[in-house]
DNA sequence: CAAACCTTGACACAATCGTGGTAACGTTGG
DNA sequence: CCAACGTTACCACGATTGTGTCAAGGTTTG
């Protein structure tokens, strides 16, 4: 009884049940299932929601942003694309460091020649 | 004459007059401007424009995921946060080979410290 | 000067995001 | 068994995105 059911785990983590699901959709928190198909939230899950609740509410991001990063540090193409047309532009004439950023899970397409 | 007005710089980029304005409004492209007001698009602006455009076309994203992908680029702050969240969670139950995490590592705080 | 540009601001509209409900139906536990 | 809870699938609704159009007014140029 490790696992929170979708309501215990709204009510420690602040969202609502529906959001719960909404949030599963975007696919930034999966949860695990029973077997009968009931919704596990286990303590990585809880931690998960809480910071991610934070993180949204510390800056003036969506679940939307969050998805895009999720996305974009999983799909190195992608990635890839977008740095090279932001270092291509200072999209503020303010100094921005060359984009670093974005390299989180950066040589990718590496990891993927030796894994197959 | 090396830069164009909007409704030139609309015909060669494929966007409308309208969509340059609001493109502008996301950041993402901002033309300078004539004594009097007028935009003016030039050869940089016209070719980021142009594969602005192809980005949008070739992976399924918005302006407004790319003006987040811009956002995160340039505030560090911001930037650590969506990292840090988004390295607690394999997104994807895909296995993620820790070490590779941990190589990253590494070089991050460096990246940091002269980025401010 | 008048036609042909440009500007900002507004109205409009479909699609999506972020939320909340409710209905219909399966599961769990006392 | 049945109350309490879970599931999916909808309806709803304000806010934002992405787009077009139009109005009222300044600018450029033949």
Redesign the pocket.
């Known amino acids: 009884m490790e696992a929170l059911?979708?309501?215990?785990a709204a009510e420690t983590t602040g969202w609502?049940?529906?959001?719960l699901?909404?949030v599963e959709r975007?696919g930034l928190v999966t949860p695990g299932r029973?077997?009968?198909?009931?919704?596990l939230y286990g303590p990585p899950e809880l931690q998960r929601l809480r910071t991610l609740k934070e993180l949204l509410g510390r800056f003036d991001v969506?679940?939307?942003?969050v998805a895009f990063a999720a996305r974009i540090a999983s799909d190195g193409e992608l990635r890839m694309a977008v740095e090279d047309w932001l270092r291509a532009q200072p999209s503020r004439p303010e100094h921005v460091e060359p984009a670093d950023w974005l390299r989180f899970e950066q040589d990718k397409h590496q990891r993927l020649l030796t894994a197959a």
Chains 1, 2 share one sequence.
């Open positions: 059911t979708i309501h215990e609502s049940a529906r959001m699901r909404y975007t029973s077997a009968s198909g009931y919704r969506g679940l939307s942003d």
